[in-house]
């Protein structure tokens, strides 16, 4: 069964837009929480997938986030000269260098994190919480079939 038609495929029903937009409008009301903290938003988010532990390298960062990696490694740079992260080549391959975060970077990502965990349940506070719930495990199950398709297709191209 196909969801879209011609008749019915516009922007209001469209998934890629509208996660676009609603992705492009959190950022404008979110910015002020990473501004106030002398960051911007990409830094961010650098920061919480250095937290989380889902990347650890510029390249793999940069991957998770969708940056390139050279404006990854500028991000750093500054992350590093804020005194919020740390490199430190890898003794098994020198030739990568890990991340983390410093006790000033893991305090300030925490605090943004609580304030942007607020701000979502503030947006969200008029749903109800099975329709937030059934909205994240539809958007899951969607990542994941796209990382599948991303996936066989980074194979292909390998592959010729």
Not at 42 to 48: G, T
Request: net charge negative.
């Amino acid at each position: 069964m196909s969801y879209y038609s011609e008749q019915n495929f516009c922007p209001e029903r469209s998934v890629g837009y509208l996660v676009r937009r609603i992705h492009q409008l959190s950022q404008v009301l979110l910015d002020p929480i990473f501004e106030a903290h002398g960051i911007s938003s990409a830094q961010w988010s650098a920061m919480v997938t250095i937290y989380l532990g889902r990347a650890t390298t510029c390249a793999t960062i940069a991957r998770e986030v969708g940056h390139d990696k050279g404006a990854m490694t500028r991000l750093m740079d500054d992350l590093e000269a804020k005194g919020l992260v740390t490199r430190e080549r890898c003794n098994e391959d020198r030739r990568v260098v890990n991340l983390a975060l410093t006790a000033k970077g893991e305090e300030l990502g925490l605090a943004c994190k609580r304030q942007v965990i607020a701000t979502w349940n503030e947006w969200l506070g008029e749903s109800d919480f099975h329709e937030i719930e059934a909205l994240v495990e539809g958007l899951n199950n969607l990542k994941s079939r796209l990382d599948l398709l991303v996936e066989r297709t980074d194979t292909r191209e390998f592959a010729e």
